[in-house]
């Protein structure tokens, strides 16, 4: 094979690559916020005490958190388990990306300690919302926005 006609053929791959590579960057969609959505199941006889935190002291958390910019929104959905191992309550909480997750302890400690005390006292509450619900799990997901 000459030498002109492999310089041929390695342009003509290189572009075809390029070609390949910009089509995979045009994506049907931009990358939005992630979230990160806690799976709970109230204990018997325990969901409107367990509302009743979340519509104090966790509301004050987020709404501090999302002043502070730290956090996009927030939410609290219902759901109808369908066995006991299932959540009842999903809370989601949003962040504008993955690059939020860097150093968030150190953003959110002096907001948990003005609103709640010392980590001591936060722990102690925690474990007193064990009483009244369990979680079940933790799954980080991401929006993807149509274009």
């Known amino acids: 094979m000459g030498t002109n006609r492999r310089l041929w053929i390695v342009a003509s ?14 994506r049907p969609f931009t990358e939005g916020p992630v979230s990160v959505v806690t799976s709970v199941r109230t204990l018997d006889g325990m969901t409107d005490d ?11 958390l987020m709404e501090a958190e999302k002043k502070a910019g730290v956090v996009v929104d927030y939410r609290v959905f219902s759901a109808t388990p369908r066995h006991p191992g299932e959540p ?8 504008k990306n993955f690059a939020a997750f860097d150093g968030l302890d150190a953003k959110l400690d002096p907001i948990m300690e003005k609103l709640v005390g010392p980590s001591q006292k936060a722990n102690a509450e925690f474990a007193a919302r064990g009483k009244m619900r369990t979680i079940l799990g933790e799954q980080v997901i991401r929006e993807l926005i149509l274009k």
Do not use: I
Not at 50 to 60: D, I, R, T
Not at 88 to 95: G, I, Q, R, T, W
């Open 88 to 95: 009842d309550l999903y809370l989601v909480v949003a962040y």
């Open 13 to 26: 791959l290189a572009l075809a690559s390029f070609g390949f590579r910009a089509a995979a960057m045009d």
């Open 50 to 60: 367990y509302m009743a935190w979340l519509a104090g002291p966790w509301k004050q």
